[in-house]
């Protein structure tokens, strides 16, 4: 399609700034992107839309607008919804390299030029998918309750006679068609085994750098498997090093061998696998304010913040990852950490997107149940904040949220496929806490639980909060780091508690468990009343989550207070 023809469509709400006598290029594909150097997601002909996240000052245009040019992007079309006007500088730079430039309206999602460049583009390349994409654009602009990746597939069904699912890299079904209960032509649906084999081909696939689709038979059944890349990537182009983000990509899981297909009928697929990215680009737009949140509470705990700037920060938190939810919730961290062997490249992002998917039901369908997960990146590991309405039972490990344990149990095998060679995945659990002064605490148990998992065989592996307990501490050989995290952990709150209060709850803790936890040797020892000491001992009790009635959370006390 050319560029006039965006222009002239008024409900693209593009403007155009520079350019006027090169509106007859041709557009083959397009990219969203706010990194300052895209080339490598570029193969040429890409109408570029950006939200100018890229650029800090005047000088930034220059160098970015070269960029695009050499890699022979058609237009760069750039969103006022972050700074208003588009920049004078950028106007001047698109001016001096010849490149068209377009303002793109506050009011219209990135997602709709997408959408209507893929449409056009696919359209022109063949007739057969036509109608798919028509009847899917207008199912998608009809609500949220229309569209979906799900609607895409029920049309290649009725449309095309394809059988296709939407899986995540670990596995899980993200969407389905809807006649999949049952069989057609005496073929069973796909099951949970099959997502995780089909997911386990095509990471295996994809880290050794094979292009797709990807052809796999389970059980006498032959799937192609189409990736599925978010916006910082073309309709056609490779990433630099597949490992970027094979650990964050989708999948088309098509039942049909692509091998016998024209190349016609490939480039639709491709353009199917486009609408599905939108689908997964405005999943992510969503994740903007979880993430977010989490990076400001991840920020204040590592800094060091008051305890009540933390709590004010988690009151923000409560009411977005849990709607509805009338009291403060507890809370569990986990760390994860993706590694290379060589070393190379931030992980983080990639790490940060896979956690999110970790920290999923596996029974779970569609990308909605992420929704109260908040997840941050910092360096090369990624720290999620999960949220637990409610805790049965403090002692009941059934009740305690994420557990080690069964956290990696069902992304096992696709995981390991996909890190064979030169990856890792090493992810450690903290135990709940029930307050902001517990955070910090257990951030460093979550840390150091993932280092305990890193020391162990395998390319995925976990450790939880209770490898860190009591017995362990005994040996010789745990880091001070580890020490000081255990007696944080347990004696913060109270000594925060103290400190505003002047309750004198570590005092009264040493006294109790000096006199063996008698209730009435103990109040003589401190010359209070029994019910001021049983008044103590339960807040020690609510501020820390343990029972001073257990021999196991007498000892961790005991164990805490002479590590202090």
Same mark, same amino acid.
């Given at each position: 399609?050319?560029?006039?023809?965006?222009?002239?469509?008024?409900?693209? =709400?593009?403007?155009?700034?520079?350019?006027?006598?090169?509106?007859?290029?041709?557009?083959?594909?397009?990219?969203?992107?706010?990194?300052?150097?895209?080339?490598?997601?570029?193969?040429?002909?890409?109408?570029?839309?950006?939200?100018?996240?890229?650029?800090?000052?005047?000088?930034?245009?220059?160098?970015?607008?070269?960029?695009?040019?050499?890699?022979?992007?058609?237009?760069?079309?750039? =969103?006022?919804?972050?700074?208003?006007?588009?920049?004078?500088?950028?106007?001047?730079?698109?001016?001096?390299?010849?490149?068209?430039?377009?303002?793109?309206?506050?009011?219209?999602?990135?997602?709709?030029?997408?959408? %209507?460049?893929?449409?056009?583009?696919?359209?022109?390349?063949? =007739?057969?998918?036509?109608?798919?994409?028509?009847?899917?654009?207008?199912?998608?602009?009809?609500?949220?309750?229309?569209?979906?990746?799900?609607?895409?597939?029920?049309?290649?069904?009725?449309?095309?006679?394809?059988?296709?699912?939407?899986?995540?890299?670990? =596995?899980?079904?993200?969407?389905?068609?809807?006649?999949?209960?049952?069989?057609?032509?005496?073929?069973?649906?796909?099951?949970?085994?099959?997502?995780?084999?089909?997911?386990?081909?095509?990471?295996?696939?994809?880290?050794?750098?094979?292009?797709?689709?990807?052809?796999?038979?389970?059980?006498?059944?032959?799937?192609?498997?189409?990736?599925?890349?978010?916006?910082? %990537?073309?309709?056609?182009?490779?990433?630099?090093?597949?490992?970027?983000?094979?650990?964050?990509?989708?999948?088309?899981?098509?039942?049909?061998?692509?091998?016998?297909?024209?190349?016609?009928?490939?480039?639709?697929?491709?353009?199917?696998?486009?609408?599905?990215?939108?689908?997964?680009?405005?999943?992510?737009?969503?994740?903007?304010?979880?993430?977010?949140?989490?990076?400001?509470?991840?920020?204040?705990?590592?800094?060091?913040?008051?305890?009540?700037?933390?709590?004010?920060?988690?009151?923000?938190?409560?009411?977005?990852?849990?709607?509805?939810?009338?009291?403060?919730? %507890?809370?569990?961290?986990?760390?994860?950490?993706?590694?290379?062997?060589?070393?190379?490249?931030?992980?983080?992002?990639?790490?940060?997107?896979?956690?999110?998917?970790?920290?999923?039901?596996?029974?779970?369908?569609?990308?909605?149940?992420?929704?109260?997960?908040?997840?941050?990146?910092?360096?090369?590991?990624?720290?999620?904040?999960?949220?637990?309405?409610?805790?049965?039972?403090? %002692?009941?490990?059934?009740?305690?949220?994420?557990?080690?344990?069964?956290?990696?149990?069902?992304?096992?095998?696709?995981?390991?496929?996909?890190?064979?060679?030169?990856?890792?995945?090493?992810?450690?659990?903290?135990?709940?806490?029930?307050?902001?002064? +517990?955070?910090? +605490?257990?951030?460093?148990?979550?840390?150091?639980?993932?280092?305990?998992?890193?020391?162990?065989?395998?390319?995925?592996?976990?450790?939880?909060?209770?490898?860190?307990?009591?017995?362990?501490?005994?040996?010789?050989?745990?880091?001070?780091?580890?020490?000081?995290?255990?007696?944080?952990?347990?004696?913060?709150?109270?000594?925060?508690?103290?400190?505003?209060?002047?309750?004198?709850?570590?005092?009264?803790?040493?006294?109790?468990?000096?006199?063996?936890?008698?209730?009435?040797?103990?109040?003589?020892?401190?010359?209070?009343?029994?019910?001021?000491?049983?008044?103590?001992?339960?807040?020690?009790?609510?501020?820390?989550?343990?029972?001073?009635?257990?021999?196991?959370?007498?000892?961790?006390?005991?164990?805490?207070?002479?590590?202090?």
């Amino acid at each position: 399609m050319r560029l006039r023809a965006l222009l002239d469509t008024d409900a693209l =709400g593009l403007k155009l700034l520079g350019g006027e006598d090169e509106l007859d290029r041709g557009v083959r594909g397009v990219m969203t992107t706010d990194l300052r150097d895209p080339s490598r997601y570029l193969s040429g002909g890409e109408l570029v839309l950006t939200g100018l996240a890229w650029r800090r000052d005047a000088a930034d245009s220059e160098p970015f607008v070269r960029i695009l040019v050499q890699a022979g992007v058609a237009a760069l079309a750039a =969103g006022e919804a972050e700074l208003g006007d588009v920049p004078d500088d950028l106007v001047e730079a698109c001016a001096r390299h010849r490149l068209p430039l377009f303002a793109v309206h506050e009011s219209v999602a990135f997602a709709t030029i997408t959408e %209507h460049v893929v449409r056009q583009v696919s359209g022109e390349r063949a =007739g057969d998918l036509a109608a798919v994409v028509d009847r899917h654009r207008r199912m998608m602009t009809s609500g949220p309750a229309g569209g979906g990746p799900d609607v895409v597939l029920d049309l290649l069904g009725s449309d095309l006679d394809l059988r296709a699912w939407v899986l995540s890299p670990t =596995g899980r079904l993200i969407a389905a068609p809807k006649e999949t209960p049952g069989a057609r032509g005496g073929v069973p649906a796909l099951d949970t085994e099959a997502c995780a084999r089909l997911a386990a081909e095509h990471l295996a696939a994809v880290r050794t750098g094979r292009r797709g689709p990807h052809r796999v038979v389970l059980d006498r059944t032959t799937y192609s498997l189409f990736p599925v890349r978010g916006s910082g %990537h073309g309709p056609s182009s490779e990433p630099a090093d597949p490992r970027d983000t094979m650990l964050a990509d989708w999948l088309l899981a098509v039942e049909a061998d692509a091998g016998d297909w024209a190349e016609e009928r490939l480039d639709l697929l491709q353009g199917v696998t486009q609408l599905i990215a939108v689908e997964r680009d405005r999943r992510d737009a969503a994740r903007t304010v979880r993430r977010r949140l989490a990076q400001e509470v991840l920020e204040l705990v590592q800094t060091g913040a008051a305890p009540g700037e933390i709590a004010a920060r988690l009151r923000v938190a409560a009411p977005v990852l849990l709607p509805g939810l009338g009291t403060a919730p %507890h809370w569990q961290v986990v760390v994860a950490r993706v590694e290379w062997e060589d070393g190379r490249g931030d992980a983080g992002p990639v790490t940060q997107a896979l956690l999110e998917e970790v920290l999923v039901d596996p029974a779970s369908t569609g990308p909605e149940p992420s929704d109260r997960i908040a997840v941050a990146h910092t360096g090369d590991e990624a720290i999620a904040l999960v949220p637990l309405p409610s805790v049965a039972d403090e %002692h009941d490990e059934a009740g305690a949220g994420v557990l080690a344990d069964a956290l990696l149990e069902s992304v096992r095998g696709p995981l390991t496929a996909g890190l064979d060679g030169d990856g890792r995945l090493t992810v450690g659990v903290s135990a709940a806490v029930h307050s902001a002064e +517990g955070l910090r +605490g257990a951030l460093e148990e979550a840390r150091h639980a993932r280092r305990v998992a890193a020391a162990r065989p395998g390319r995925v592996c976990a450790a939880g909060h209770q490898e860190l307990a009591s017995h362990v501490l005994l040996l010789p050989f745990v880091p001070d780091d580890v020490r000081r995290a255990f007696t944080a952990r347990l004696l913060d709150p109270l000594r925060e508690y103290d400190r505003r209060h002047r309750a004198e709850l570590i005092p009264t803790l040493e006294a109790f468990l000096e006199s063996d936890g008698s209730w009435t040797r103990c109040a003589t020892r401190l010359h209070l009343h029994v019910n001021t000491l049983r008044y103590r001992v339960g807040r020690i009790e609510q501020l820390t989550g343990r029972d001073l009635s257990r021999l196991e959370d007498k000892l961790d006390f005991f164990l805490a207070l002479r590590m202090s």
